[in-house]
């Protein structure tokens, strides 16, 4: 059964659509999921610094890991959610030609965040960042208590 051009384009936009909604909301539960566990770490550092140091620099330790694992998957994220974005850009300047309306080309319009304005991308790596070094700090004050108390 062969598609006219209308179908195609439909289900073309369609197929990204879904694509993209899939990893954007994928990647906000994964970030999501990263400041719960962020939360627990810090309070489980905190509740065993001053008796057992030691085992606050290995949870922070854990929590560097976990951070620097985030970091990864939400680089994959970003590059399956572009992946979407690519198609979209595409099925939109094709409706925007036919709905005679340029607007509609709406990831062309905010490709660019403006003034004052971050990407999801680079509030995320930086909130993550920040939380491995962090962690990478509070390693080395705990290790340090740990043999300063031996």
């Known amino acids: 059964m062969p598609f006219d051009e209308n179908e195609l384009n ?3 936009q369609d197929h990204a659509w879904n694509w993209f909604a899939l990893h954007a909301a ?15 770490l810090i309070a489980g550092y905190a509740s065993l610094l001053e008796k057992h140091p030691g085992i606050a620099a ?3 330790l854990i929590g560097a890991w976990i951070g620097f694992w985030f970091i ?13 974005e690519s ?9 925007a030609e036919h709905a005679n309306i340029a607007e509609i080309k709406i990831l062309e319009l905010v490709e660019d965040s403006g ?8 509030v ?19 290790a340090r208590l740990a043999i300063c108390s031996e």
């Not at 004052?116 to 680079?122: E, F, P, Q, V």
């Open 115 to 122: 003034p004052g304005a971050s990407s999801y991308r680079k």
């Open 58 to 60: 290995i949870v922070s």
């Open 87 to 95: 198609v979209l850009k595409i099925t939109q300047a094709r409706l």
């Open 26 to 40: 994928q990647r906000m539960q994964a970030f999501n999921f990263f400041l719960v566990a962020t939360a627990f």
């Open 10 to 12: 439909k289900y073309a």
């Open 124 to 142: 995320i790596a930086a909130i993550e960042w920040v939380a491995v070094v962090g962690f990478v700090l509070a390693c080395a004050y705990a």
């Open 72 to 84: 990864r998957l939400e680089r994959r994220t970003c590059q399956l959610i572009k992946a979407g």
